[in-house]
């Protein structure tokens, strides 16, 4: 299970797959973009990255943040562009996609759906068993999405 919190600048991802009855992670990271790079050619890096990542691991599904819509517009619109991208190399690789609002996530992974970044990093890292909490926060997100769409779907949780 990918999951993907989706960003221009960053890109967090997760790759989590279950040993037994526990969950390990694969890999996570971020694909990064410059600032001052044209937005559709940051873009297309995210694509060719995230294209290269489901061509490497093949996972059988995708969790990706649906967008929350806050205070800043500009930003917004470019997370949902990024969205766009996530959604588009998912299909090109039949990857299958599942969208959950990040309440559900945090409830998913700490019990509540309020939680702080601080406390999904930190259950994040407990419940996969981690040395440190994953870092940063688009990473330990990304973790969340996979560990939410695996308990929620595959082990009927939440």
């Not at 294209?51 to 470019?78: C, D, I, K, Y």
Request: glycine content about 8%.
């Amino acid at each position: 299970m990918l999951g993907i919190d989706p960003g221009a600048e960053r890109l967090g991802y997760g790759l989590v797959r279950e040993k037994g009855s526990s969950l390990q992670a694969v890999t996570y990271g971020c694909f990064t973009t410059p600032r001052d790079q044209p937005l559709s050619l940051r873009l297309l890096s995210l694509y060719r990255s995230l294209l290269a990542l489901l061509q490497e691991h093949s996972p059988a599904a995708l969790a990706v943040e649906e967008l929350f819509w806050g205070r800043n517009v500009r930003t917004a619109m470019m997370v949902g562009q990024s969205r766009g991208v996530v959604l588009l190399a998912a299909a090109e690789s039949g990857c299958p996609v599942f969208s959950y609002p990040p309440q559900v996530v945090k409830q998913a992974v700490t019990g509540q759906g309020c939680a702080a970044k601080r406390q999904v990093q930190y259950m994040v890292q407990k419940l996969l068993s981690l040395p440190v909490p994953p870092s940063p926060d688009d990473s330990a997100d990304a973790l969340a999405l996979a560990i939410c769409h695996l308990t929620r779907a595959v082990r009927g949780w939440c």
